[in-house]
């Protein structure tokens, strides 16, 4: 199973200068619980702009190059991996293009706010293809920067 995860804002911003544009420990949380003990796949900017290996996940970065510290892997292996195990896709906005039209579910957190000068996009979300499942509000806590909404799409069979 392939399962996108991502937080954008109202216009599907989801980076600037390599970062993401808020601070949102709630979003933070939330991707740790849905992602904790899965194998995460991300673009190799994606992996530069982690702090280092989130514990207990497997990262696999997709890059032309062999990288040291991570193991790497293809397009075509992460759709035969997805054959027989979910596999969270992490970013950035070019792999998340890459991967949409594959994807079973995605994780959407709305961040309630729009960003200046963003410069990294979620890809547009076709709704004939998915719908949305589950959708809650979240209100801001003192170490979030924005109200929330966590959505959980799926792929219309």
Same mark, same amino acid.
């Given at each position: 199973?392939?399962?996108? /995860? ?10 600037? #200068? ?5 601070? *949102?420990?709630?979003?933070? *949380?939330?991707?740790? *619980?849905? $992602? ?28 032309? #190059?062999? =990288? %040291?510290?991570?193991?790497? /892997? $293809?397009?075509? @292996? &992460?759709?035969?991996? +997805? ?7 992490? @970013? @950035? @906005? ?11 579910? /995605? ?8 960003? #200046?000068?963003? %410069? $990294? ?10 719908? &949305?499942? #589950? +959708? ?7 170490? %979030? %920067? ?6 959980? =799409?799926?792929?219309?069979?």
């Amino acid at each position: 199973m392939l399962t996108m /995860i991502f937080a954008c804002d109202l216009d599907n911003a989801i980076g600037k #200068n390599g970062d993401l544009p808020w601070r *949102q420990s709630t979003d933070l *949380q939330h991707f740790k *619980q849905i $992602t904790i003990g899965g194998t995460i796949v991300m673009g190799r900017k994606t992996w530069d702009s982690l702090p280092g290996v989130l514990p207990n996940r497997r990262h696999l970065v997709m890059s032309r #190059n062999n =990288l %040291d510290a991570v193991e790497t /892997i $293809t397009f075509d @292996g &992460v759709l035969k991996l +997805s054959e027989t195990d979910e596999i969270f896709i992490i @970013g @950035g @906005g070019e792999i998340y293009s890459l991967f949409l039209p594959h994807a079973d579910k /995605i994780h959407r957190t709305i961040i309630h706010c729009k960003v #200046n000068n963003a %410069d $990294t996009y979620a890809p547009m979300i076709d709704y004939e293809e998915f719908i &949305v499942k #589950n +959708s809650k509000f979240v209100e801001k806590s003192a170490r %979030d %920067d924005h109200d929330m909404t966590f959505e959980l =799409l799926v792929r219309i069979d």
